[in-house]
């Protein structure tokens, strides 16, 4: 299986929120990364049919998605970034809505909908109202209806926007399992949740995509660049004007930051492996949302 990206621009009058992306999906976990507004979303609803691109096309083994049509949507689930729920209806009315709406068989989806519920650990919360249910619980609704149609390809816009930690490592470890034959692609803020499953990270940057790799191989650039030092708290200003900075832990009138440095910085200072959260910090110049 392949999805193909070819030369694809959306533009929102005259603005280009994508920018001529061309890239090449195969099975596995792709993430995708990008500051606000970088175009993340426009790509996913573009990827789940759901937005025509301006230009370019997006095929699937060689075949245009817009010709491929019900066949093509009939391999995907999507989540999109807001979810709109129905807050009167219970968890288990809301994905028979859906399973009808992907044209599943009533027993089907009732077989479907006890194992979604299952895994997304909502079993107890079956027969309530979604009007009453917290954010991370609405998440993990949005990601079992996505689910329904054991999707070939598997699009979740934020999915971990709103999961606690514990739930967060519960879903990055069903992505991993799910991965398998399917192209997952996940769009997050949290780079972290992707250094240890994405097959790849895409870099979305005001619409363009400026890179596709292997986590460890974009981790690479940054060999010997990424340093912790100690500092007076009162030497941030400078240490911000001369260094990207990333993570800063203050203690007293003292402090301890992560910055990216291709010489050594002033001070004491040591050396530190690269994360993507350093990656993202590089690309993008702002410390990504923390993990905690
Ligand atoms: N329907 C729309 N009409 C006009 N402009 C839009 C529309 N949708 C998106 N845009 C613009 O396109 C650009 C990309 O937006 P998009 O939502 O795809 O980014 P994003 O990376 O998903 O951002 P976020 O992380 O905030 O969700 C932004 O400048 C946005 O303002």
Redesign the pocket.
Known sequence: MKLTINQVTRS??G?K??DDVTCELTPGVYGLI??????????MRMLADVLKPTEGEITLNGESIRVLDDRYRDLIGYLP?DCGFYSYFTASKFLRYMAALKGMGRREADRRIDELLDLMNLREQKHQRIGKFSGGMKQRLGIAQALLNDPKILILD?PTAGLDPKERIRFRNLLSDLAGDRIVIV?T?IISDMESMAKEVLL?KE?RLVKKEEPEEILKELDGKVWQLSAKADELPELTRRYLVGRVQRKGDGLKARVISKEAPIGSASRETPQLEDIYLYYFGDSPESED
């Open positions: 929102y009058k603005k929120a994508v990008g500051p606000n507004g970088a175009g993340k979303t426009t790509l970034q934020e769009s803020h979305l619409g």
